[in-house]
């Protein structure tokens, strides 16, 4: 299988890794970068536990064919915090907004993106921001109130 060296930064820092032909971003994140915070859940789109940032903005690595992110930068959960808890991390943990954790990490990206572009949203807004997210544990109101925490309570009372 024909090889593709491609280089992007991981959660900041310059990698230089091969991929196969059409290898997934996903795949090529856990099995090569090492990185396992990105999760397999329904590898088909639908789902949203594999969401990554590609130049900040949500993407479903599942779907992102690894070589197209030659130059570009990448960041997961393992790059939230630099190795504490994120503001947004505690606010999850503070609001219980986690069970079985498997779409946590998809969850905490797509609101990251939220928050850097919007550091104030509306209940409203953060519903459409993790609306590609599914969970299938908290009923999602623990994790809307999570990030609506993290944002300082802005929009809390907008519902
Ligand atoms: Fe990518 Fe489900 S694993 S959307
Ligand atoms: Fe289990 Fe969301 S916490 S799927």
Known sequence: MAKTPIRFTHNGDERAVFVDDGQNLLDMLR?????LTPKYGCGQGTCGACTVLVDG????????????VDGRAIDTVAGLGNGRLSPLQKAFMDNFAAQCGYCT???????????????????EEVVEAISGNLCRCTGYEA?????????????????
């Open 31 to 35: 099995r090569t970068a090492g990185d």
């Open 105 to 123: 990490d998809g969850m905490l990206m797509s609101a990251t993106a939220l928050l850097k572009k919007n550091p104030r949203p509306t209940r």
């Open 143 to 159: 994790i809307i109130n999570a990030v609506l925490a993290a944002a300082g309570g802005a929009g809390a009372a907008s519902a």
């Open 57 to 68: 903005e949500p993407q479903l690595s599942c779907l992102t064919l690894a070589e197209t």
